[in-house]
């Protein structure tokens, strides 16, 4: 049987989201149907914007606790983290889902052959450091990404109502996702976990992507189960 490893804490509301879709988005009708799973809840791993060896090397402390707690595959519910993503598959044999990857094949896959304009939202770090905007191009999409006035409304909901409060107001959130749109974005990844708590609460529209959510179904079926989400 496959074993789920979780690194979470980056941030806990996201992580617990997270956790609660693998349950209800997995085809399950008894408790032993349903995935084992080990979540570490490292909420005190280094801001991912920080030093980075530092953030490098308690994360790979984090997957060398999952090895030996027998976690089969590994995912990371924090989009930003994905900075890591390459020296932390490098120190192990086990499986880690992209998650950018992951979701960048996601919007490929919906949007078929049209020649798509993508918006990402994410933190500042997700966005400087190109994450989206690489993975994206890889599928052949133009990129667009916010302008400075609105990369800062992105991180006030993400610092100030998301994570400080555990929730968010959706009247600042579709205010940014319609500037988007009319900025020219056909597709919107919602590239911040944070974020994705106005899917858990708020029906959003279609071209909205979830990336946590792509992570939920990839993970599922990793571990051989039936996913029973939308995507």
Wanted: net charge neutral; hydrophobic share 35%.
């Amino acid at each position: 049987m496959k074993k789920l490893g979780i690194i979470g804490g980056m941030g806990p509301k996201a992580t617990a989201i997270f956790f609660d879709r693998i349950v209800t988005r997995t085809e399950a009708t008894t408790d032993q149907e349903h995935i084992e799973a080990v979540i570490l809840n490292c909420s005190t791993i280094p801001n991912r914007s920080s030093e980075m060896s530092t953030t490098t090397n308690r994360l790979l402390t984090e997957i060398d606790n999952l090895q030996m707690l027998g976690a089969t595959v590994i995912v990371m519910p924090c989009n930003t983290a994905h900075v890591h993503y390459e020296n932390m598959q490098a120190h192990t044999k086990i499986k880690i889902v992209n998650m950018i990857d992951e979701t960048a094949k996601h919007v490929n896959t919906i949007a078929g052959k049209k020649r798509a304009t993508v918006g990402v939202l994410a933190t500042d770090t997700t966005i400087k450091t190109g994450l989206y905007s690489t993975a994206l191009k890889k599928q052949g999409f133009n990129v667009i990404e916010p302008d400075l006035e609105t990369q800062k409304k992105v991180m006030h909901i993400i610092y100030e109502q998301v994570k400080k409060t555990g929730k968010g107001n959706i009247e600042d959130f579709m205010q940014i996702v319609n500037h988007m749109t009319e900025s020219g974005a056909d597709y919107i990844v919602i590239g911040c976990t944070e974020l994705s708590y106005f899917f858990e609460y708020h029906p959003l529209p279609d071209y909205c992507v979830d990336a946590m959510e792509v992570l939920v179904k990839i993970a599922i079926q990793n571990c051989d189960k039936n996913y029973t989400g939308k995507y």
